[in-house]
């Protein structure tokens, strides 16, 4: 999809393309309309020109990406239709983090000349050089800036309204089954039960469809699984889930175990109660952001508890409408090199000048984000066992970068 660019106050003529799109001997017959769903840009004096719509665009805030959709019918009868996404940026630039946008003027410069308004052809081989440049860079080492700090909540039991139950079929009076119900756990005269199915916001299924229970029943949906962003991609390094502080002064964290402990713990002894372990749950497959997954508590959180999680990230392609990539900030011109020696390896089948530079960068950008990420102490610098006063945790000999071996500095 093509990328157009204006300036916040500018009053350009851009043209969307339609060439690409056209049978042989067919041609652009008449304009059905040229839109933008949020009605921030103006779009005036919109006309055929050649196999392009040209139109004059005005308005859009510094930052805004707006989505441009055409459609018009052909000599041939045919209704076509084609969008682009217009940033509108102040020049130059007010930030030096990489973005799509960014990366999009120097692979297409590189290619083609062009700085803007490329053919859908040429954004593909501008794309594919940007892939492979952010492949090759999130695959040179293990980032710190893949392992984020998330804070997530678990859900306390619903319990509005009561219910009655005839052959596992649950209806509810004076309340509302919450969205997340198909994946949670019953509890009704003492029992628990896994749901089979949402029906309604007043009725859900039980997998076991022999129970009854008698009408104005109390009960609780207590919740054991909770979604994560489709960016999760595990916990970083298998860590515990930390309580907020005023809550980890009772509480020990959530220790990680295997899914098959917590699914047989889950099935053996369902109740409600804090956490004590948890499992990364593989639910489905979505082929727009790949597999997604859950964290599953074991027991099922008897109320909302805040827990820190140590994320670690899945690596994801910069779009018009997710410009950043991660680490954009701190690897901005290492990504741009990554980018350009991705264009010599693609279009000319050689190593040039941008592979040399990558190359000089990577080892200084994994070296800074080592120092960074890394402690800057060992610890206090006595035997085991024995105590110092505690100022001499500070001299530059319990310091990491004073350490020795064999008399030799490392």
């Known amino acids: 999809m093509s990328v157009l660019q204006k300036q916040p106050s500018d009053s350009l003529i851009l043209f969307i393309e339609f060439e690409e799109m056209l049978a042989t001997g067919d041609s652009l017959a008449a304009i059905t309309s040229v ?5 921030v840009i103006t779009i005036a004096s919109t006309s055929i020109s050649g196999t392009q719509v040209r139109g004059t665009y005005s308005g859009g805030v510094d930052g805004g990406i707006y989505h441009i ?22 020049t130059p630039s007010t930030t030096i983090t990489a973005s ?12 083609f000349g062009l700085r803007s308004g490329y053919s859908a052809d040429q954004n593909w081989d501008i794309e594919d050089c940007m892939k492979d440049g952010l492949r090759r860079v999130y695959a040179s080492h293990d980032w710190s800036f893949f392992r984020p700090n998330k804070r997530i909540s678990t859900t306390a039991p619903y319990k509005t309204g009561t219910v009655t139950v005839a052959a596992g079929v649950v209806t509810l009076v004076g309340g509302t089954f919450p969205a997340w119900a198909a994946d ?7 029992s628990y039960y896994s749901v089979s199915t949402r029906d309604s916001g007043t009725q859900i299924t ?10 104005a029943s109390s009960y609780e949906l207590g ?12 916990v970083a390094n298998d860590s515990d889930l930390s309580y ?31 956490p004590v372990f948890y499992s990364i749950r593989t639910v489905q497959f979505d082929s727009t952001v790949g597999s997604r997954k859950v964290l599953a508590f074991y027991p099922t959180p008897d109320a909302a508890y805040s827990l820190k999680v140590p994320m670690l990230l899945r690596p994801t392609m910069v779009t018009a409408t997710s410009p950043f990539p991660v680490g954009g900030e701190t690897l901005s011109q290492l990504i741009t090199e990554a980018c350009l020696a991705s264009c010599e390896h693609n279009m000319e089948e050689r190593e040039h000048v941008h592979e040399r530079r990558y190359q000089e960068m990577l080892p200084l950008a994994i070296a800074a984000d080592q120092q960074k990420s890394s402690p800057t102490s060992l610890g206090g610098d006595a035997p085991r066992g024995e105590s110092r006063n505690q100022d001499s945790y500070w001299l530059r000999s319990s310091r990491i970068g004073a350490v020795s071996l064999d008399g030799t500095g490392l």
């Open 100 to 111: 799509y946008f960014s990366l999009l003027e120097r692979v297409g410069h590189y290619l």
């Open 223 to 234: 919740r054991p699984e909770i979604p994560l962003d489709a960016s999760f991609e595990s």
């Open 206 to 215: 039980l997998t076991d469809t022999s129970v009854t229970v008698a009408a």
């Open 69 to 90: 959709v055409a459609t018009v019918t052909t000599t041939d009868g045919e209704t076509l239709e084609a969008d682009v996404y217009l940033h509108v940026v102040e």
């Open 35 to 39: 839109s933008e769903a949020t009605a």
């Open 244 to 274: 907020d502080p005023d809550q980890n002064e009772l509480y020990p964290p959530v220790r990680q175990r295997g899914d098959q402990a917590i699914r047989t713990w889950q099935q053996d002894d369902p109740f409600y109660d804090r």
């Open 184 to 190: 949670g756990l019953f509890k009704v005269s003492d």
